[in-house]
Every structure is written in structure tokens, then in C-alpha cells.
């Protein structure tokens, strides 16, 4: 004989305590298709396949400013990404050199993912820099 018991009318209730994805809502990205093919005349990115590529412009594509360019013409970054402290200080050189070879692998395959500023701010050794993506999607 069980000890359990249910009442009538009784729904388990499951609880989801995972984390949940925080959604990014970037205005640059569009909803809109692009026709095909349509090629940036700022950076000569071509929009093919649902997706801005680095090929080479057919004659009779369409032009139209990629995101990342039309947030650079905008000056609107995706955001900033700050650094600062003793680590940055005694491994400057190192850790900019990181964030330019991840962005120049990463632009190689996908033209939106590049930073489109950088800055410095301290006493001449660095003491804060900052740079700001085009795109949270890296
Ligand atoms: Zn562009």
C-alpha cells in the first residue's frame, strides 16, 4: 500500500529554474530581407544568402549601407567594452593585440563583426581603454 496521494484536481507544477537567455534587441539588425544581391558601398560587403559576406560585387547588385557601416555613418556602436586595472596596465600590449587578432579572424568571416572605435585614458600607460562593436553577435 503507497503512502502517496493526490488530490483531485491536483497539476504538478514544473519549475524551470534554468538560466534564461537574455534576448539582444539591436535595431541595426534588420528584420527586412535585403534583396539579393545587394552590396555596401561603404565597405563593399554584399548581402547574399540571408547573410552579409565578403565576395566579390555582381555588376547589377543592389546598394545599401550594411549595419555595421550605417552604425559607423551613425556613430552608434553596439556598445562599449571598458577595460581597466593593474592586469590591463602590466599586460597592455598583450591584451589589445588579443582584441584586434579575435576581431581580424572574426571580420574575415563575417563583415558586421568589427570594432568600430577604440580609446585610451589614463596617465600615458593605459590606464583605461575601451572599444566599441558594431555588433553584440560575436
Ligand atoms: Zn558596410
Known amino acids: 500500500m503507497g503512502t502517496k496521494s493526490t488530490h483531485p484536481g491536483f497539476h504538478p507544477i514544473s519549475r524551470c529554474d534554468g538560466i534564461f537567455q537574455e534576448q539582444i534587441h539591436d535595431t541595426y539588425q534588420t528584420k527586412v530581407k535585403f534583396p539579393e544581391p545587394t552590396v555596401c558601398p561603404q565597405c563593399s560587403a554584399v548581402f547574399h544568402k540571408g547573410r552579409w559576406q565578403w565576395l566579390g560585387a555582381p555588376a547589377n547588385a543592389h546598394q545599401h549601407n550594411c549595419p555595421a557601416c550605417q552604425r559607423i555613418l551613425e556613430n552608434q556602436p553596439a556598445g562599449f567594452v571598458t577595460l581597466a586595472g593593474e592586469f590591463l596596465v602590466a599586460h597592455r600590449d598583450e591584451i589589445v593585440s588579443l582584441i584586434h587578432n579575435v576581431e581580424k579572424k572574426e571580420k574575415a568571416e ?28 560575436w
Open 110 to 137: 563575417h563583415p558586421l563583426k568589427r570594432i568600430m572605435a577604440t580609446e585610451e585614458e589614463g596617465n600615458g600607460i593605459g590606464n583605461r581603454y575601451r572599444y566599441s562593436p558594431c555588433s553584440w553577435y
